[in-house]
Structures are given as C-alpha cells and as structure tokens.
C-alpha cells in the first residue's frame, strides 16, 4: 500500500515537471523495477537538460528518456557520491546541482558524470541569492562564494 502511494506521488510530481518544462505532460510510474534504487524518495529536482533527480534513503537515480541510472556510494576511495541517504536536492540559478547527504555537500559534474564532494558536514537546506548561496545544517550557516570559488562561516 505504501509503495503504491509512493508511485502515486512519484507519478504526480513527474507530471508536475514536465508540466512546466514543456506545456504538457507524460505520466510514468517509476519504480525498484525500472531501476530505482529505493522507494523512499527523500528529494527530487528536474534540470533544463530533460533529467529528473530523485534523492532516495539509498542514494541519487537520474531519470532520463526512460531509464535510469544510480549515484550511490560504494565506499570506494576516489572522488564520488559520500553518503546514500540524501537530505535535498538543489538546482541553481546557474543550472549547477548540489546534493546534500547524511555524510557532505556535494555537486554533480557533467564532464565527469559524477557527485564530486565538497564539505564533509551534513547540510539541510539551500538559499540563492546574486552571487552566494547560503547552506544551513547543524553546525550552522554556511556560506558559498561563487565569484571566489570558497566556503565561509
């Protein structure tokens, strides 16, 4: 029953996405069959790319032209995803997205095709305003400088 309702909001909020990207609207129901790595989503985004990011307990799924693909943390050393149980997703204004998990802050590069860490603290929440973007989290604000490419107390 639970895993319906999840679809359910799944398939809903997909439509909402492609409601306002496109104008009109295509419903599919996404679930572990078709590749998702955890049917608890705990975030979800969509970018002008035509990808919808879903945040789960057990890492991110980028949905694509019907099929998915997984960001999951393998605790393998090297420069990935730390931490599978994620707190938000984060689009902004410059089309960079950020992913906070139980274990850091990080953001997806393109050319790399991967979630490269950035801070090693658990982050909650995001505000965007000209150029830096402010994190909020249980060690208090943190602040990123765009221009300077640095984070700040």
């Known amino acids: 029953m639970r895993l319906r309702l999840l679809e359910g ?3 809903f909020l997909l439509c909402l996405s492609c409601l306002t990207a496109r104008g009109h609207y295509h419903r599919k129901q996404i679930g ?3 590749g998702l790595s955890q049917p608890s989503i705990t975030a979800m985004t969509s970018d002008p790319h035509g990808n919808i990011w879903i945040g789960t307990r057990f890492g991110i799924n980028r949905y694509r032209n019907g099929r998915v693909k997984r960001y ?4 393998e050393p090297g420069r990935s995803l730390k931490g599978n149980q994620v ?3 984060f689009l902004d204004s410059q089309e960079k997205l950020w992913a906070s998990t139980d274990l850091g802050l990080s953001f ?4 790399e095709d991967a979630f490269l860490p ?3 603290e658990d982050v909650l929440c995001a505000l965007e305003e ?8 249980y060690e208090g604000l943190l602040i990123y400088d765009r221009a300077g ?3 700040e107390r």
Request: hydrophobic share 35%.
């Open 9 to 11: 909001s799944l398939c």
């Open 32 to 34: 572990i069959e078709d």
């Open 72 to 75: 999951i943390d393998n605790n």
């Open 87 to 89: 707190e938000f997703l």
């Open 108 to 111: 997806y590069s393109q050319e």
């Open 118 to 120: 950035v801070r090693s």
């Open 130 to 137: 000209a150029d830096v973007l402010y994190f909020g989290g």
């Open 149 to 151: 490419g640095y984070f």
